[in-house]
T-cell receptor
Framework: GQSLEQPSEVTAVEGAIVQINCTYQTSGFYGLSWYQQHDGGAPTFLSY????GLEETGRFSSFLSRSDSYGYLLLQELQMKDSASYFC??????????FGAGTTVTVRA | GAVVSQHPSRVICKSGTSVKIECRSLDFQATTMFWYRQFPKQSLMLMATSNEGSKATYEQGVEKDKFLINHASLTLSTLTVTSAHPEDSSFYICSPQPQSYGYTFGSGTRLTVV
């Protein structure tokens, strides 16, 4: 099976940088991905790592260390609209996603 | 990413009735569709996987006779919640198996059973 751990809440001010860590235990690893979900909305894809290292997509970056079973999502230049829940997820051989419990990011003015 | 249309977005039904949720892939052929359920302030939990032309597979603890899944074509998968009860009230989301690595999701259906 799969299990993922991520912090439940993070609060930061506009313009700040936030890092959301995710540790995982899996029976088979086929990549770590990150999703953003605003209240009442569906998740949207942010970033994906299959290999070790950093992936940068605009203000969002994601990092993976397979040897440590660890990854993080970095949110830079925080904006009010970044207030949302963020989920890490691992994919198995059958393309099924297992999600972490989610991290609620609150951005304050 | 793939475009998925999910309907209805919200539905309120009485206990004991059935509700059908549709998920259509608009710009690709989805051979596999994943169905998730999300309770308030919780994560997405995979309920079942539908495969075009074959029986759906259900995750442990999900009643297959209660959550009927049909995937009759490459563009349409449906989830029917039968004999709904208040505890079935949740946010239901579909997601097609991606062609690359970025999963897309339907807009979700908020089901309230009264």
């Amino acid at each position: 099976g799969q299990s993922l751990e991520q912090p439940s809440e993070v609060t930061a001010v506009e313009g700040a940088i936030v890092q959301i860590n995710c540790t995982y235990q899996t029976s088979g690893f086929y990549g770590l991905s990150w999703y953003q979900q605003h209240d009442g909305g569906a998740p949207t894809f942010l970033s994906y790592n299959a290999l070790d290292g950093l992936e940068e997509t605009g203000r969002f970056s994601s990092f993976l260390s397979r040897s440590d079973s660890y990854g993080y999502l970095l949110l830079q230049e925080l904006q009010m609209k970044d207030s949302a829940s963020y989920f890490c997820a691992v994919r198995d051989l059958d393309y099924k996603l297992s999600f972490g419990a989610g991290t609620t990011v609150t951005v304050r003015a | 990413g793939a475009v998925v249309s999910q309907h209805p977005s919200r539905v309120i039904c009485k206990s004991g009735t059935s509700v059908k949720i549709e998920c259509r892939s608009l710009d690709f052929q989805a051979t596999t569709m994943f169905w998730y359920r999300q309770f308030p302030k919780q994560s997405l939990m995979l309920m079942a996987t539908s495969n075009e032309g074959s029986k759906a597979t259900y995750e442990q603890g999900v009643e297959k006779d209660k959550f009927l899944i049909n995937h009759a074509s490459l563009t349409l998968s449906t989830l029917t919640v039968t004999s709904a009860h208040p505890e079935d009230s949740s946010f239901y989301i579909c997601s097609p198996q991606p062609q690359s690595y970025g999963y897309t999701f339907g807009s979700g259906t908020r089901l309230t059973v009264v």
